[in-house]
């Protein structure tokens, strides 16, 4: 193995471990509002896009496949944290909203979130959250274009 074969693959490695650590400690972030990661992070997402986010777009966010997002949606409707209603341009189609309490959640958890990622980053200049925000969204790009011709085979 070269020696920038195996750069790569300490890059990729380290990225994955970073990436579960970093869930980890958000999802205890979430664990202090008394919700599980099935539970927050598709809310969060909603938030983040905006009510009215269509199924298949929730399950694209929070990496789940689009026939266990029906599940999901009973969750954190039974729950009280979501409501769905008829698109007016395709009355077949659901949209999701967030509730009152939907909201407020999120409101805690993207609060607690705050003082996690400073100290997390701490030290880091604007220069280097620059650079990994270049290197992360490169490799994005990449990986879907990648995705894409697999699909394409």
Known sequence: MSTNDRSLMELMITMTQVSRSYKAACDKVAAQYGLTQAVAWPIVA????????????????VGIEPSSVVR????????????????????????????????KKVKQIEAALIPLRRELLQGLTEEELDTC?????????????????????
């Not at 983040?48 to 966010?61: E, K, L, N, T």
């Not at 729950?79 to 395709?90: F, K």
């Not at 925000?133 to 085979?153: C, D, P, Y």
């Open 72 to 103: 999901l949606i009973d969750l954190l409707a039974d729950s009280g944290l979501i409501e769905r209603r008829s698109d007016t341009n395709d009355r077949r189609a659901k949209l999701i909203f967030l509730t009152p309490e939907g909201h």
């Open 133 to 153: 925000m270049h290197v992360f969204k490169t490799l994005g790009t990449s990986i879907e274009r990648q995705k894409k011709s697999v699909k394409a085979a």
């Open 46 to 61: 909603i938030s983040r896009m905006g009510d009215g986010v269509r199924p298949g777009v929730i399950a694209d966010a």
